[in-house]
């Protein structure tokens, strides 16, 4: 079973600044499967990153992701107030079919 | 728009049993596979368990196999967790989510709001 670790678990920064989010794989994982989402308070999860690298409908360009392999990275080029939240990296295995998520990463206002 | 409705949560005591709904709407709920997600208080994601769009295959986590059953009834778009010998550790907000569809089943495309479960004495 492929466990996912996202690094730091908190992020402190301010409105403007730039947000790089880490997910690390105990095992390689196949990039088409990597996916981030965005959680905030009260909130259910929104899809934001799939395939690794593509963005879902509505997600503003200042998200982007990358990674092969065993790590992958979510950047925010600036972040605005409304993506202080949590993200959480996920990816799928197969045999059987199986979803596992990261702990998260909270962003915060500093 | 895609909806996803929730209900059924609420308090029960261990070891007694839950159902959970998810209403779908705005999209062909029978082409799609559908999943239970939970979060327990304070704490990240868990998926719980995976149904094919036709219901022909069923996938759960270890943490739920064997008290947790997901089921569908595409006539009436709505999905289905019954929950059987429940404990505390179950407590949680369960989300039901859709997956991508064709070539998107590795991923949640659309969640619903939740609802609480709180397994208690």
């Known amino acids: 079973e492929i466990v996912l670790t996202q690094s730091p678990g908190t992020l402190s920064l301010s409105p403007g600044e730039r947000a790089t989010l880490s997910c690390r794989a105990s095992?390689?994982?196949?990039?088409?499967?990597l996916v981030w989402y965005q959680q905030k308070s009260g909130q259910a999860p929104r899809l934001l990153i799939y395939?690794?690298?593509s963005r879902a409908t509505g997600v503003p360009d200042r998200f982007s992701g990358s990674g092969y392999g065993t790590d992958f990275t979510l950047t925010i080029s600036r972040l605005e107030p409304e993506d202080f939240a949590v993200y959480y990296c996920?990816?799928?295995?197969?045999?059987?079919?199986?979803?596992?998520f990261g702990p998260g990463t909270k962003v915060e206002i500093k | 728009q895609v909806q996803l409705v929730e209900s059924g949560g609420g308090v029960v005591q261990p070891g007694r049993s839950l159902r959970l709904s998810c209403a779908a709407s705005g999209f062909t709920f029978n082409t799609y596979g559908m999943h239970w997600v939970r979060q327990a208080p304070g704490k990240g994601l868990e998926w719980v368990a995976v149904?094919?769009?036709?219901?022909?295959?069923?996938y759960y986590a270890d943490s739920v196999k064997g008290r947790f059953t997901i089921s569908r009834d595409n006539s009436k778009n709505t999905l289905y967790l019954q929950m059987n010998s429940l404990r505390a550790e179950d407590t949680a907000v369960y989300y039901c989510?859709?997956?991508?569809?064709?070539?998107?089943?590795?991923?949640?495309?659309?969640w619903g709001q939740g609802t609480l479960v709180t397994v208690s004495s």
């Open positions: 996920q990816q799928y295995g197969g045999s059987p079919p199986s979803w596992t």
């Open positions: 989510a859709r997956d991508g569809g064709w070539g998107g089943y590795y991923r949640f495309d659309s």
């Open positions: 395939g690794a690298s």
């Open positions: 095992q390689s994982v196949i990039s088409s499967y």
């Open positions: 149904i094919w769009y036709d219901g022909s295959n069923k």
